[in-house]
């Protein structure tokens, strides 16, 4: 069934994409910088309406205030887009996955905007880990949404002509694995110093290198099964997330140098509560941010392979294969 | 059916008429093959007896009931100090789930006779009247409410009864009615997580600035109430023939086609994925942290190709990964879960 007159689902779709990939960009930036209690209350900021917070004192002040103060306002502007695409979606939208998905996402957004809060009044490394996982899985579900969304714009040209069993399957592999693999991550990145022993860290840290050695495998599976008889846009898709697990691998290694120091062997002998992370230099900041962000792109990417080698395509189309 | 006597309230009827219940007469082979049939003929009455109360408890619903009081007592602080308060809780909240159990199968035994899944239960079969079914309701309700209230006070044995009322006088007769039964329905399934939470003085530890543990019980609720919508929408997809025969309203009987049904199971599965995670903010356990993810992103796999196929094996599949799931999440909540 297509609806009559304009369908706004795609381009909100994507502008919620876009929106998303800069708010967890400032997200990252925030651990980055330990700069998540630089505004101490929530959901006012310094006692201001955080929308009527002066501008000048936010653009202009302390670095970390200008982080965690943007990335509540990125928050802010996300969850508005989401709304506005549930509103869309639900007056016009007539696939009933989408219509699912953009259910989760609302749910999700709320849930992300309590976690936020409770990170900061509760002060909780924990709550900041769930904080930091839920933010890919937001991302993921609005690539998904833009994705199907995609598909009907532009008919058949990016539907798989058939579905081969094999790369859908690598291609949803791949999908949890990059979720997987930021979920193991997140616990890197928000280590409880005082909590966590050298023996905890050394397994989390093989955990880490063991989900990059399957992300690794698995994109190479899928740029090897996306041959031309699989859609066009899929093989497009397969050979981006290789590229990017590439600079990801570089990425990677960098953020451990910079963490922890040249390595001696595979695994750090133990962990060192170094110094601070504000302290880190441009360059390593940029590093580390980049590894984060740059996995939530694998994670998007994956996502849009998925559906573009066939997940969700009607009964129909799969019984071809 | 054989008319209900004074007896039949302790004793189901297919008891009583079971074979070889005739008295007095000698057996051919003498009084020790005598002596055997008579064990023969008491083990099959007591595996009659079980087999009846089984169907008539659920005891695997009210294990899962259970398991979540525990969960959330546990998580809320309730310490090995309060074992006996935790047991005589225990046992009070199972009699109420029993209860709940009874209850609705009075009030479904014509559509229960319509389905081959539920022909046996032992009031459409026969072998319990609906009046010793309505004696044993209210005993143990009131029986459970009481122990309840004298081992946890009646915080706990009030949200025990709400589930109750709930399930039997709101969930029941709306499944009759609209799809929606399922969004009351997983209230009831949810609300046992309010049961261990004021057993162990939720309340008191919250007016007192313990807002973790407060966090995480409402994460627990939230996630039982979540959880149950692929689980129920696997079972409605399995059973949808016998559901729509019997005229009861699931979302799979409105919508052949599964698209919706499908749809809310992956919708809730994914929203479940950040809630589980929050169960380890308490205790800080990345173990428990990681088998969160683990069994949230296993269910969600599992609703995702229920989405896709939207046929009985991955129905199947997802209400088998479903229990996996929520006992692997329980266990590790209890195991690492502890607060700090």
Redesign the interface.
Known sequence: METAGPNWTFPLACLLVGATAVLLTFGALVTTYDAAMAVPDWPATYGHNMFLFPFAEWFYGPWDLFLEHGHRLLGATVGLITLALAAVVWLKEPQ??V???V??AV??VL??GG?GG?RV??D????A??HA??GP?FFA?AVAIAALTARRRVGQASRASTIDPMSLRVA?ALM?AA??QL??GA?LRHL?AA??TPG?FRW?VA?HLAGAAAVAGLSWLAVSLCGPEVSPVARRWAAVIAALVICQLALGAGAWVVSWGVPSGLLPASWMPAEPIAARSPRGAAVVTGHVVLGMMILGGSVALAISAG???K?AA?AIA | MTPPSSLAVAIPVSVQNAPGGSQGIAHPLGPAAEATADIARLHRRLAAILADVSRLARPRIALMVLATVVTAFWLTGGGRDDAVHLLGLLVGTALVAASSSIANQILERDTDRLMPRTARRPIVAGTLSVTAASVATVITLVGGAALATLSAGWPAAAAAVATWLLYVVVYTPLKRHTPLNTAVGAVAGALPVAIGWLAADGPARLAAGD??SA?TAAALGTVLYLWQFPHFMAIAWLYRRQYAAAGLRMLTVDDPSG??A???S??AA??M???S??L??PS?S?RL??AA??AA?VYC?AA?RF????DDASARTLLLVSLGSLLALLTAAVVFGQPR
């Open positions: 009933a996955t219509r699912a998905l259910v989760a749910v999700l849930v992300q976690l409770a009044l509760l909780d490394k924990t709550v880990k769930v996982c839920t899985l579900v949803v949890v979720y997987v979920v193991a616990q409880d909590a966590v905890t989390l955990l997940l969700f395509a009964p799969r | 807002a973790a966090l698209l919706r499908a749809g809310q992956l919708a994914l929203a994925v950040p809630v995670l929050v380890a903010v800080g990345i942290f990681l993810a683990v992103i796999g995702v989405a896709v196929r939207r």
